[in-house]
């Protein structure tokens, strides 16, 4: 049987052409393609540094650990400085052999609103401004208490935040290819079955974060200390920034919300000091949270106006790119809204 040459040719290059568009929806928008946002270049690289951030807000709790390692060569000076046992202890204590004395409270809420910002879903860089309220028990050590009357704190803080990207859709694809390299590539149903798990939609992600930042005491309650108010003790911060590291995994609603889940410690250092610093304690908090917040990233894609267009899934409209539902509803680029 033979083929004239003209439809042998325009079979060929009808078969390179739907091969060609299957990256390609009906609407002519590539999965991989970077179509225009705006009209204007200038605009459209707006858009694009646009979606790279979002905007948050979290509450949780904590729970605290303050130690320090104690010595005064006047300790009449802290009334509330005290034996706890029936029994008399002399206090053998020196600069060279301080009372080590600890104590365990909670903090209660912490609330927290930043800035996120996404770099290549490798890094993530942000920043925001928390409050916290927290309880200072009774510090102890050996025969010895440290009373803090009706001790407690409202602190607020500025910080800082950079996070590694550990698992995402991106290395779960990576993952299942080195998980099924060891079939041939001609074993078409565990390559099929390869390709059907990697498109399948993945919402989570887990970072490593580390956090930096700087605490301003707002407000702090105790008694005071022998002497009227020339020892009237307060609570500062040093001057060295606290660092925490932590955990955190995010569960994607859809292409621009989020919710998340965020663990970790927190390292502090304060002062607990006279009104004219004439007495000093240096106090160390451990700070072990817990955190549920929500999250937004700005839309670069402008919503579909243009009347009678029932679209759902993003869309071109004169070479620019619109969506055609809310920033609540999970999209995809090839296929369109799944729920």
Known sequence: ??????????????ICLLASAQDEDIF????KAKNPKSESAVGNITRNVLEMFSIEISGGAAYNQFSTSFYSANP?????????QNFE??????????LEMKSNDWTFPLLNAGLRINLFNLLTIGGGYGQEWGNMSTMRGGDFEFAFEGGSYQASKLYG???????????????????????ASANYYMQSEMTQRSRQVYPWRFILEGEFG???IKNFVDGTMAGGSTYEPKLAVGDKPYMGIALRI??????????????GAEFRDFTYAASDFSEVQDLKQTLYGMQVGF??????????KIGGCGVVMKHMHNGIEYRGSGIFNYQNRKVGQWY
């Open 28 to 31: 002519g928008i590539s999965e």
């Open 295 to 304: 999250a937004v990233r700005f839309p670069g894609t402008k919503r579909c």
């Open 1 to 14: 049987m033979k083929f004239k040459k003209p439809l042998f040719t325009g079979l060929f290059f009808s």
């Open 250 to 263: 995010e569960r994607d609603f859809s292409e621009y919300t989020k919710m998340f889940v965020k663990g």
């Open 76 to 84: 009449s000076l802290y009334p509330n400085f005290t034996q706890f």
């Open 89 to 98: 202890t002399p206090l053998d204590i020196s600069e060279e052999n301080p």
């Open 214 to 216: 700087q605490l301003k």
């Open 161 to 183: 935040t950079v996070g590694l990207v550990l698992y995402d859709a991106k290395r779960r694809q990576a993952f299942l290819r080195w998980k099924y390299r060891r079939y």
